[in-house]
């Protein structure tokens, strides 16, 4: 998973946060989804009710431990697709991720972005420490971290509802990878939200970037769409943009703010969703009241450990700027995303170590007016 330090990196190092998305728990090998059964709540074949649990009966390989892998897999509701070339997983929204809004709060939806990077990671072998490392890049000390992460919302789902999210991963020149997620309402098959990130690769002891080698691009190419395969096409595509750094005075700010030991993900770095609702913390509370985020984009640039003090910067994006943004401003099949323009409110966000000003991140958000419920 995402994770940060604000430890001074050496100059090639400062544009990147560690990234674990993939990879934890025991290695399976590729299993099938055979069967379903779905238990409901009260009885007979008419039932309509919540669906109370999924339980699939898979094929799969043998795995290490003691077999809880196997049966954390059995309860999974996710498989690699028939191609082998991306995963899908279905959840479902529990009442616990819910937010003010009545619907799954935009740090629940970067958890399942997450929780499916990982499962897929797992699901074809690579390593299980966080990471998602291939062998020779175990062997010469090599992990993944991220440069960029983007999330467009078009619909959020609300409590119960069930979202099936699909990833894949794919080169990204000679010096990275990306990966991208798709969001569907699985009830209606409805587009509701595309993502997509980009790593880098990093020397774990020196702190380095360092090229892909085709050793390593062999070894994980093998799992990857043969064509490129783009969630949110770059054409005219807001994910792309520089994101300008904030000077003071910002227009509004939250300072002091300290990373919990519950913030801290299994590397022992601040998790990348916390990054989420720290810039959110700064946000004017009037907007929060009438809209709801479109879309977020964060560009990672220093690692942040569990002792750093963190302050939260937000500005309104100049006119001009913002203007700009919302015609370069994808759809990707959203009618809800360009209903009204003049209700589109954007910010630029600043991330930073308090004190002595290292930058952590740098974001923009885009919001629209909250519908009448």
Not at 198 to 221: A, P
Request: proline share 3%.
């Amino acid at each position: 998973m995402l994770k940060v330090s604000c430890n001074v990196l050496s100059d090639q190092s400062q544009a990147i946060t560690q990234c674990g998305f993939l990879g934890r728990g025991p290695i399976l090998t590729r299993g099938h989804r055979r069967n379903a059964v779905v238990l409901r709540s009260g009885s007979g074949s008419s039932y309509k009710g919540p669906i109370l649990a999924v339980v699939s009966d898979r094929v799969i390989g043998s795995g290490t431990g003691s077999g809880s892998g196997s049966l954390a897999d059995r309860l999974r509701l996710g498989s690699l697709t028939d191609d082998g070339l991306s995963y899908k997983e279905r959840f479902i929204v529990r009442c616990y991720e819910v937010g003010i809004n009545k619907t799954a709060t935009v740090e629940t939806i970067a958890n399942l972005l997450q929780e499916v990077g990982c499962n897929h990671a797992q699901s074809v072998g690579f390593s299980t420490d966080g990471f998602a490392t291939t062998p020779t890049m175990r062997k010469l000390h090599l992990i993944w971290v991220t440069a960029r992460m983007h999330i467009e919302i078009y619909k959020y789902p609300a409590w119960s509802d069930v979202i099936e999210i699909e990833t894949w991963c794919q080169g990204e020149g000679r010096i990275g990878t990306r990966r991208d997620w798709i969001l569907k309402d699985h009830a209606t098959g409805q587009v509701i939200g595309r993502a997509t990130s980009k790593w880098v690769m990093m020397n774990q002891d020196t702190r380095r970037l360092q090229k892909v080698s085709d050793d390593v691009r062999d070894e994980y190419l093998v799992y990857c769409p043969r064509e490129p395969r783009l969630a949110i096409p770059e054409e005219n595509s807001s994910s792309l943009r520089r994101i300008p750094k904030l000077e003071d005075p910002a227009d509004h700010s939250k300072l002091g703010l300290v990373p919990r030991r519950a913030d801290l993900d299994m590397n022992q770095h601040v998790n990348n969703v916390t990054y989420i609702g720290w810039v959110l913390e700064s946000l004017p509370q009037e907007i929060i009241d009438s809209h709801e985020l479109q879309t977020i984009t964060l560009d990672y640039r220093r690692e942040c450990q569990h002792d750093d003090i963190v302050d939260s910067l937000t500005s309104v994006e100049p006119v001009e700027d913002a203007e700009l943004v919302s015609k370069i401003q994808g759809t990707n099949g959203s009618t809800a995303a360009t209903e009204n323009n003049e209700d589109l409110r954007q910010f630029l966000h600043l991330l930073r170590v308090s004190g002595d000003g290292l930058e952590i991140n740098r974001g923009r958000t885009e919001w629209r007016k909250k519908h009448a419920r």
